[in-house]
C-alpha cells in the first residue's frame, strides 16, 4: 500500500514558470517534510509542517513556499523556478514523538528549462 | 568539514558481506537512520538505532555503534546484486534529518 504518494514523479517547468509539487500521506502523521536532493549530494530540508505550524529553514530561499490544507496533502510551491532549482524534491512524514522515523516518498525529479 | 561523513564508494562481490561507515560531530541525537537510495527513486528506511544501543540486527543487517567515536556502520551480510544503492546514514536533530554524503554500493555478480 502507497503511504506516501508525489505526483508528478516528473516535472518540466519553464525558467521562471511557476510550479506546485504534491505529496500525500496514508499515515495520518502530524508532521510533513519537503527536502531537495540535488545530483550526488545529500536531501537538505527546506522546511516542515507540525500539524499546521510551518516551520522553515534558515537558509531556504523565499522562492520557495509551502501549503498545507489538511492533515494529508502537503504542496510546494516554487514561484519562479532558475537553473539551479533543477532536483529531485523529496517529501516524508513522521509521528510528532516517539521515534519520529521519517517515510518518504518516491520523490519528485524537477527539470527547468 | 561536514556534520556527517560517509566515503563515497565501495564495491563488493555477490556474496560477501558489506560495510558501509559512517561518522559524525554532533552526539545529541537519540536515534540514528540508514537510509536506501535507488536510482531515481526516494528514500527507503533500512533501519534505526537508539542512541544507548551498541549493536542491532535485523535479518542480513548489522548496525553498530560507537558513541565514544561517533562511529556509526551498516554490515550487509551475503550481499546481492539488488543490494546496489546510495546508502545514506542520518543522524535525528531537532525536526529534521541532518544525511550523511552517501555512500555508493557497487555489487558485482
Known amino acids: 500500500d502507497a503511504m506516501v504518494i508525489q505526483n508528478p514523479r516528473y516535472q518540466v517547468t519553464q525558467f521562471g514558470k511557476p510550479v506546485t509539487l504534491s505529496c500525500s500521506q496514508t499515515?495520518?502523521?502530524?508532521?510533513m517534510y519537503w527536502y531537495q536532493q540535488k545530483s550526488s549530494q545529500a536531501p537538505k530540508l527546506l522546511f516542515h509542517y507540525y500539524d499546521k505550524d510551518f516551520n522553515n529553514e534558515a537558509d531556504t530561499p523565499d522562492n520557495f513556499q509551502s501549503r498545507r490544507p489538511n492533515t494529508s496533502f502537503c504542496f510546494l510551491d516554487i514561484r519562479s523556478p532558475g537553473l539551479g532549482d533543477a532536483a529531485m524534491y523529496l517529501c516524508?512524514?513522521?509521528?510528532?514523538?516517539?521515534?519520529?522515523?521519517?517515510?518518504f516518498g518516491p520523490g519528485t525529479r524537477l527539470l527547468v528549462l | 568539514g561536514e556534520d556527517v561523513e560517509q566515503s563515497l564508494f565501495l564495491s563488493v562481490r555477490e556474496g560477501d558481506s558489506s560495510v558501509i561507515n559512517c561518522t559524525y560531530t554532533?552526539?545529541?541525537?537519540?536515534?540514528l537512520y540508514w537510509y536506501k537510495q535507488e536510482p531515481g527513486a526516494g528514500l527507503q528506511l533500512l533501519t534505526y538505532?537508539?542512541?544507548?544501543?551498541d549493536m542491532k540486527q535485523d535479518q542480513r543487517l548489522t548496525v553498530l555503534l560507537n558513541k565514544k567515536d561517533k562511529h556509526l556502520s551498516l554490515r550487509i551480510a551475503d550481499t546481492q546484486t539488488g543490494d546496489s544503492a546510495i546508502y545514506f546514514c542520518a543522524r535525528g536533530a531537532t525536526n529534521k534529518l541532518i544525511f550523511g554524503t552517501g555512500t555508493l554500493l557497487a555489487v558485482q555478480p
Open positions: 538505532i537508539f542512541s544507548n544501543m
Open positions: 516524508a512524514t513522521s509521528r510528532a514523538s516517539g521515534v519520529k522515523t521519517q517515510y
Open positions: 554532533d552526539s545529541s541525537s537519540t536515534y
Open positions: 499515515l495520518n502523521h502530524n508532521v
